[in-house]
């Protein structure tokens, strides 16, 4: 398995993937328009070695830039969302290969912080957590909405806010 770089010749296999993953349309959908907007920061792939030609998608992952302060202070952050795996190649992880090498990623690309809402079984492991969200105002609240400081400190502050982008298609509130 190779975790790389998304390239314009694996976004079918990236829509079908989410598609099938999520049941629906709407992710492959948010990933065209934060494409679109030029929010997409780092996206990655998880594929299968060339032996076949193109090589298979088999996990993707996306994180966009997303509007969060902190006190008064503005923080580089990033959204994970989403994230998918093919049914059948779940539980042997391929999904926490792509989260680590996103964090990585972003780690050394300056960014700050990181905000998903996902499964409170699983994002701790990589460090994420709801109580650093407990203060920041958004569309979103509850132990699935975590954050990971990239940076120490980056989130800290008496109050702050997450305004998603419109690609999200979130009520800003």
């Known amino acids: 398995m190779v975790i790389r770089g998304r390239t314009p010749a694996d976004d079918d296999a990236i829509r079908r993937l989410n598609d099938q993953a999520f049941g629906g349309t709407y992710e492959s959908k948010l990933i065209e328009a934060l494409r679109t907007a030029s929010l997409a ?43 998918a795996v093919e049914a059948r190649r779940q539980r042997r992880g391929i999904g926490s290969r792509l989260v680590r090498a996103g964090l990585e990623r972003a780690r ?41 400081a990239l940076e120490p400190g980056a989130l800290d502050g008496n109050i702050g806010h997450v305004v998603y982008p419109p690609a999200f298609g979130i009520d800003p509130g």
Do not use: C, N
């Not at 609240?141 to 990971?148: E, K, R, T, V």
């Open 108 to 148: 050394t690309s300056g960014w700050q912080a990181v905000i998903v809402l996902g499964h409170t079984a699983y994002y701790p492991r990589f460090g994420f957590s709801s109580v650093l969200t407990r203060a920041l105002k958004a569309p979103f609240s509850g132990d699935s909405f975590m954050a990971l």
């Open 41 to 83: 920061e780092i996206e990655l792939v998880a594929a299968e070695p060339a032996t076949i030609e193109p090589p298979a998608i088999v996990g993707h992952i996306l994180f966009s830039t997303l509007s969060v302060t902190s006190g008064a202070r503005q923080s580089r952050a990033l959204a994970l969302a989403p994230m």
